[in-house]
């Protein structure tokens, strides 16, 4: 059993930007692919970023040019740098591990984006 945990939402200006982290606990990171999604007020779950075991990227077309993933499996983390960000990115932002028959998602971050 793989946990994860997020950090670093908060409350920002549009056009600001902030980086989240998550971390797992348990597991080998390495293997498994590592991303983010997210959950806007009265909206369903969307998947924004990803990164496989082999480092290949993919963003959601709301994000891509704005948001950056990145991982590093030594430190057993995925982040999300978003910048330019809008009120329309304002959600929970849930962390998510996948692969060898397995997934699990982290509890969030809470990300405001308002004036």
């Known amino acids: 059993q793989v946990q994860l945990e997020e950090s670093g939402g908060g409350l920002v200006q549009p056009g600001g930007s902030l980086r989240l982290s998550c971390v797992a606990s348990?597991?080998?990171?390495?293997?498994?692919?590592v991303g983010w999604g997210r959950q806007g007020p009265g909206k369903q779950r969307e998947w924004i970023a990803g990164i496989t075991s082999d480092g290949s990227i993919n963003y959601a077309g709301s994000v891509k040019g704005r948001f950056t993933v990145t991982r590093d499996n030594a430190k057993k983390t995925v982040y999300l740098q978003m910048d330019n960000l809008k009120p329309e990115d304002t959600a929970v932002y849930l962390c998510n591990l996948a692969g060898h028959g397995y997934t699990t998602w982290g509890q969030g971050t809470q990300v405001t984006v308002s004036s």
């Open positions: 348990g597991g080998d990171f390495s293997i498994y692919a």
